[in-house]
């Protein structure tokens, strides 16, 4: 039995959109492998953008260590992947062509070379039978991030592949209206003073919460909105002709095969199953019954939510909320006591709630997986 492990943490230094605490929790969740679950230092492997002799969290470097990562694992291992940092949506090219939420869910890497729900569906259905692993994602909209998991625990009604027979959703132009005008505060440095329902799925990128104990928190989403993603696009690449209306086209050209979009170009074997993933001119990818079931994904929040990334003010110490709720129910928990899956999400929304985070972590995996232990 191999214990290994893959950690992403992105604070996007220097950016418009700079957090603090990702890289934090990398290294909470690296001491918490280490001393609770017993995997050795030499196999968890951390990426990082706040130390350039680390190995850079880029869209290419991301995908490299996962595919390793499950490429490596065999009947009877433990993986982990845990990714902590920006998390973006990303508007279909038409009504058609998104999953069962509207837009495909991504998480961005440093070079914001964007990585898709059904890219991460693809790589998780090709780990092994007998082998499991656990996805931590602490990001905006990672309730989808595994397209087509069944939901065990929240609110986003992503059903599994054969039980979805209903259209995407018409509302994506209200949410990206919504998010310029609240972007472009923030970005000017403007926020709005938030004690409640703090998370939500229309929030402000920046604000401040102070909780009942006195203690003052400075928060931001984990949420980079689409226009303000292409604008960091053109930062990052030197591209100023980029068309928000042709980016899959876009991102293919600038990263090549290692674009989430030139990968859905090529016939695939995904486990014992061969998709065809071809993308037409428009970015459209076809419909296919690719299954991810020993994959276990603990999001921060539902699809439509965003998670926070907190600043305490007066000791200087970051973290992300979800992240932070993990760590502190395992501190609470005895090494020797197991904790399941399904009862971590559970008190991971209770203490969230609690603290007025209106985020609601999210569980999804097959079946079998619901009450087996957390991790390991």
């Known amino acids: 039995m191999a214990k290994k492990a ?172 919504l998010s310029i005008l609240t972007s472009f505060f923030a970005i000017c440095g403007v926020s709005k003073s938030q004690t409640t329902d703090r998370g939500g799925g229309q929030e402000s990128f920046a604000g401040q919460l102070e909780l009942e104990t006195d203690e003052t928190f400075d928060v931001k989403t984990r949420y980079i909105p689409f226009h303000i993603y292409v604008s960091l696009l053109k930062q990052k690449t030197g591209k100023t002709n980029i068309q928000s209306g042709r980016i899959r086209q876009t991102l293919a050209k600038l990263f090549g095969e290692d674009s989430s979009m030139s990968r859905d170009r090529s016939v695939r074997e995904i486990g014992n199953c061969e998709v065809n993933a071809a993308v037409d001119s428009e970015g459209t990818k076809p419909k296919t019954k690719v299954f991810a079931d020993n994959g276990i994904l603990l999001s921060g929040c539902q699809t439509n939510e965003k998670s926070e990334d907190v600043y305490v003010t007066r000791t200087g110490k970051a973290y992300g909320a979800f992240s932070d709720a993990i760590q502190t129910i395992l501190s609470e928990t005895r090494k020797d006591k197991k904790i399941t899956n399904k009862k971590l999400v559970m008190r991971a929304r209770e203490i969230l709630k609690r603290h007025r985070f209106s985020q609601r972590p999210g569980l999804y995996c097959h079946d079998r997986y619901v009450n087996k232990p957390f991790i390991c």
């Open 6 to 177: 893959l950690l992403i943490g992105i604070n996007y230094p220097g950016t418009a959109v700079e957090l603090r605490g990702c890289v934090n929790d990398v290294r909470r969740m690296k001491k918490c492998l280490i001393e609770r679950y017993g995997f050795a230092n030499k196999d968890i492997t951390v990426l990082i953008d706040t130390d350039k002799s680390c190995i850079q969290p880029t869209g290419k470097n991301i995908r490299h260590h996962l595919e390793e990562l499950i490429d490596f694992g065999k009947s009877g291992d433990f993986l982990v992947f845990h990714y902590s940092g920006h998390g973006t949506r990303l508007p279909p090219p038409d009504i058609e062509s998104g999953d069962s939420t509207g837009f495909d869910e991504c998480i961005t890497p440093s070079d914001m070379n964007l990585i898709r729900d059904d890219e991460f569906r693809s790589m998780v259905a090709k780990v092994k039978k007998g082998c499991q692993l656990t996805i931590i994602s602490d990001s905006c909209h990672s309730g989808g991030l595994i397209e087509e998991v069944k939901e065990q625990i929240g609110e986003s009604h992503v059903k599994p592949i054969e039980e979805n027979h209903e259209d995407p959703p018409k509302h994506g132009i209200v949410d990206y209206l």
